[in-house]
């Protein structure tokens, strides 16, 4: 069974950076294929928003718009490993970031079938 756990959230200052990490454990890299993946983030009081996707092989990508041009979504199918580099953060991307996996990205939006993390916390002071 595929499990998913995130690192590597923090607090840091408007303007810097951070890596997030999501390690899938459960599946070799060729069967990790199978997996798109996804960022997701929830702050308090809002609802839960897509940050980025990935598909099975990490050919094609999907950002939200507020994030455009300062995040970047990856893969390393080998290492069993998700990321999320982060720059330019402001305090409108503190939020609880969270790992998911599903057999297609439409899954992932819809949350059928999708295996989630524990989540970690990102915090942006100004």
């Known amino acids: 069974q595929l499990q998913l756990v995130e690192s590597g959230g923090g607090l840091v200052q408007s303007g810097g950076s951070l890596t997030l990490s999501c390690v899938a454990t459960?599946?070799?890299?060729?069967?990790?294929?199978?997996?798109?993946f996804g960022w997701f983030r929830r702050a308090p009081g809002k609802e839960r928003e897509a940050v980025s996707l990935?598909?099975?092989?990490?050919?094609?990508?999907n950002y939200t718009d507020s994030v455009k041009g300062r995040f970047t979504i990856s893969r390393d199918n080998d290492k069993s490993t998700i990321y999320l580099q982060m720059n330019s953060l402001t305090p409108d991307d503190t939020a609880a970031y969270f790992c998911?996996?599903?057999?297609?990205?439409?899954?992932?939006?819809?949350?059928?079938?999708?295996?989630w993390g524990q989540g970690t916390q990102v915090t942006v002071s100004s």
């Open positions: 998911a996996a599903s057999s297609h990205w439409s899954k992932l939006l819809r949350g059928e079938d999708t295996i």
């Open positions: 459960g599946a070799t890299g060729s069967t990790l294929e199978r997996y798109a």
């Open positions: 990935i598909s099975t092989r990490g050919r094609a990508t």
